[in-house]
């Protein structure tokens, strides 16, 4: 390997880093949001939209959490799977 | 056909099946035994894991805890499959890319520190080791209601299963095994909820059921068991009733704890390749969500069924009467619990009727004092029973019965294999091979897996027998030491730069400061009597001991950060190491040259 592409795949190696942690911090944030956020600290504020017998904080606690950490989940390997290809760092 | 016929039949029927699947699935490398050979598909990984994952605390406990808390337990549903997003984002790809076999190895490794390795083993063993006893006791509690075998002959017959298909099969075995048992668990856990939630609500779904109608009063099921159980001086269901901080600290603990618990993370070792990884901790998570997702309306829906059958007339008018329980088929359940000594019920006040109320609030005394009761008269119920008892309950044909018991059984012994699989790799690979005999050739090593798998199960089933006086602590204890030692260590691993040396204290400081304040609340290694501080009133900020995982964890980022920054940098070895975890590419290689 030539210096100059060892440099290349390094800066590369950076980015490919750099959006990965991205990524991740936008995950995160949505995973707090809807378990921390709507299922308990911010339940009082959403308290006015009804969902059947109860509230949004409610159902968030007790079903959207759990649906939206797949999402994540999901999400999270389908666009990791791509930016390994993008970056050419997927396995053989 | 009699009941103990279809139990015997369908708890028959699904061992017949896991010791095929041992016959089947025999390891012949340490690369089997270990992590099924690198070559379990990601949705079959997933189904193992969420198997792995989902306990006799799950089965059995989960929704009873709901049940009677309500909302202020969403803690268990969010904490505990929250935890999978960490795992999935945070650490699955990045330490199936490292391809080795254990996590305290990759702990060792990446802080080029056998100190560390041996910390991680250690925590790694009282994690394990503590949760398995709740396994063995719920196989116990299982066999013991449905095949009418005492404890020690159902524990025993337990054990020699799981010796079976662990031993011999090793991942491979187990992997297989619990793909088979996740069937039979999850088949158990929802044909009850979906045949009632189409008696209460008419909708097949039970999470939709949950927020559905209740269709004997007309009004949403949720408003209905609301107003019915604070009728009776009992809190509101959907309302939030305990402390806030307490409620976000614990849910944390349990996320940070799930994603540091080290039998699930060597799941992640088996699939091929980073990306399979990825996908499948989704699809772990889907298989687990099934159960997760119908736990809250197994909770709402039996708590309903139960409370309303103590008052069958509404609750101002008179409660069920005791010769209406001895000769009603619908209370049979109640007489079978009776035996079992988990249920109890005392007439008090002598007018020939069980009074079920919250004896404990001033409104409910004053109508108490009104009618002449004596206190709430339903004086003995563990909530561990409500899983198994809502068929029973709510009427569901006796095949349904049988289900549930093979269901049960299967929770309990595919979390006890995982478990067994995390201790014995630990002494074969990281205390044998990695520390005491080096040199051991793959046979000898295999052999002595085997071993330390057979000696596990055997002190597994002993405190199985003789469980220490501790074991309902043993949650808190299993969760708090993951999400304070394992947790941060592996996430600085991969995310940082950290080195050795502010690893080790890292890791020490969070595993003491949480024992430490366990302990100070629960008594000196749980001993009665010994603590200095209670739960209902503790040590700092009112943070229960409970959920003082996520400041565990916590401390031991900022130790590990403060000890670092102070200390000789990572060599360049180790700087290549991380940048190698970081990227996919190699993943097959790193598996193939070990």
């Known amino acids: 390997m030539s210096p100059e592409t060892g440099r290349d795949s390094a800066s590369d190696g950076k980015a490919y880093w750099a959006a990965n942690v991205r990524i991740i911090k936008i995950s995160l944030i949505i995973w707090a949001l809807v378990s921390f956020g709507f299922g308990i600290l911010l339940r009082p504020l959403i308290s006015g939209i009804q969902v059947g017998g109860s509230d949004l904080g409610f159902w968030f606690a007790q079903q959207g959490s759990i649906l939206v950490f797949l999402a994540i989940i999901f999400f999270y390997a389908w666009k990791m799977n791509k930016l390994d290809r993008e970056f050419g760092v997927e396995e053989e | ?594």
């Open chain 2, 1 to 594: 056909m009699d009941q103990f016929t279809i139990n015997l039949l369908f708890v028959g029927a699904s061992f017949a099946i896991y010791i095929g699947i041992a016959i089947w699935a025999r390891a012949g490398s340490t690369s089997e035994f270990y992590a099924a050979g690198r070559g379990v598909h990601p949705v079959t990984n997933g189904m193992a894991t969420a198997a792995d994952w989902m306990s006799a605390a799950s089965f059995l406990s989960m929704a009873g805890l709901i049940a009677f808390v309500g909302y202020d337990n969403s803690a268990f549903l969010m904490g505990w499959t929250g935890g999978y997003v960490l795992l999935a984002l945070l650490l699955a790809p990045y330490l199936r890319k490292f391809g080795k076999f254990t996590v305290s190895e990759f702990i060792g490794d990446r802080f080029y520190s056998p100190t560390a390795r041996l910390v991680a083993v250690i925590c790694l063993i009282i994690c394990s080791v503590t949760y398995v006893i709740g396994q063995m006791t719920g196989v116990g509690v299982a066999f013991g209601r449905f095949l009418e075998v005492d404890n020690t002959t159902g524990l025993l017959i337990g054990a020699v299963i799981v010796f079976a298909y662990a031993v011999f099969g090793g991942m491979k075995g187990v992997t297989y095994t619990q793909v088979a048992q996740y069937i039979v668990l999850i088949l158990a856990y929802t044909i009850p909820a979906i045949f009632i939630s189409l008696q209460l609500t008419g909708n097949p779904i039970p999470g939709l059921g949950l927020f559905g109608t209740d269709l004997a009063s007309g009004e949403p099921l949720l408003q209905k068991l609301d107003q019915i159980v604070t009728e009776l001086g009992f809190n509101q269901y959907t309302a939030h009733n305990g402390d806030t901080l307490n409620l976000v600290l614990f849910t944390l603990s349990l996320m940070i704890g799930t994603a540091g618990l080290p039998h699930v993370i060597m799941r992640f070792f088996t699939v091929p390749r980073v990306a399979d990884a990825r996908w499948s901790a989704g699809w772990a998570l889907v298989f687990i969500a099934l159960l997760y997702l119908t736990a809250p309306a197994v909770g709402a829906m039996a708590r309903l069924n139960i409370t309303q059958q103590f008052w069958p007339n509404g609750t101002d008018a008179q409660a069920v009467s005791l010769e209406q329980i001895e000769t009603d088929p619908t209370y049979d359940w109640m007489a079978t619990w009776q035996q079992t000594g988990m249920l109890g019920w005392e007439d008090l006040n002598g007018d020939g009727l069980i009074q079920y109320y919250n004896d404990a609030s001033p409104d409910m005394q004053e109508r108490a004092a009104a009618e002449g009761w004596e206190g709430n008269e339903l004086n003995n119920f563990n909530r561990d029973i409500l899983v198994l008892a809502n068929p029973e309950i709510a009427n569901l044909p006796s095949w349904v019965i049988g289900l549930i018991a093979a269901g049960g059984l299967a929770a309990a012994l595919s979390t006890a294999a995982g478990l067994l699989l995390a201790i014995s790799s630990a002494v074969s690979h990281d205390l044998m091979k990695g520390q005491l005999t080096p040199n051991i050739s793959e046979k000898g090593e295999l052999l002595s897996a085997r071993i330390a798998m057979a000696v596990a199960i055997a002190v597994a089933t002993w405190l199985g027998l003789n469980p220490p006086g501790f074991a309902a602590q043993t949650v808190a204890l299993a969760f708090g030491l993951a999400a304070s030692s394992i947790f941060p260590v592996l996430m600085m691993g991969i995310f940082t730069k950290v080195n050795n040396k502010g690893a080790v204290a890292g890791m020490l400081a969070g595993l003491l400061l949480t024992l430490l304040y366990i302990f100070l609340h629960k008594g000196w290694f749980f001993i009665p009597g010994t603590n200095s501080f209670t739960d209902a009133e503790p040590l700092l900020f009112g943070i229960k001991s409970t959920s003082f995982g996520a400041i565990g964890a916590l401390v031991n980022f900022a130790v590990a950060f403060a000890v670092s920054k102070s200390t000789t940098p990572i060599p360049s070895d180790i700087e290549d190491l991380v940048e190698s975890v970081r990227i996919p590419r190699g993943a097959g290689a790193a598996a193939a040259d070990h």
